[in-house]
C-alpha cells in the first residue's frame, strides 16, 4: 500500500524560505508522477508543483514559477518542494500525491491516486 508522508512545515515570515518533504513507500515508484497541491481555508485544493519520477520533468502553477522547485531524490524515495519568497497567499495545507501517469508531470488533480495527510504553511506579513 503506498504511503505518503509530508513534513517540513511551519511558520514563516514573508520573504522566507521553507522546503517540504514527502516520503514515499509502498512500492517502486519509476512509473509515477508526484505533485503537490495546496489547499487554503475556503477554497479549492490546487494544483503546485509536480515531477515525473523517472525523467524528473517538472511542471508548475504560474502563482509559484521562479519561486519553487520540485525535486526528487530515487534512493531515499523522497519528493521535495524547495519553496523561498513566500508570500501570505502562499499560507495553506500542502499536499503530497502520487499518480500512475508514466513520465508526465501532470497538473491534473484527478489523476493522482494516492494523497498525504498535509502540511501546514503559514507565511505571516
Known amino acids: 500500500q503506498v504511503q505518503l508522508v509530508e513534513s517540513g512545515g511551519g511558520l514563516v515570515q514573508a520573504g522566507g524560505s521553507l522546503r517540504l518533504s514527502c516520503a514515499a513507500s509502498?512500492?517502486?515508484?519509476?512509473?509515477?508522477?508526484m505533485g503537490w497541491f495546496r489547499q487554503a481555508p475556503g477554497k479549492e485544493r490546487e494544483f503546485v508543483a509536480a515531477v515525473s519520477w523517472s525523467t524528473s520533468s517538472t511542471n508548475y502553477a504560474d502563482s509559484v514559477k521562479d519561486r519553487f522547485t520540485i525535486s526528487r531524490d530515487i534512493p531515499k524515495n523522497t519528493v521535495y518542494l524547495q519553496m523561498n519568497s513566500l508570500k501570505p497567499e502562499d499560507t495553506a495545507v500542502y499536499y503530497c500525491a502520487a499518480g500512475t501517469v508514466g513520465y508526465i508531470a501532470t497538473n491534473k488533480r484527478e489523476e493522482y491516486d494516492y494523497w498525504g495527510q498535509g502540511t501546514q504553511v503559514t507565511v505571516s506579513s
Open positions: 509502498g512500492r517502486t515508484f519509476s512509473n509515477y508522477g
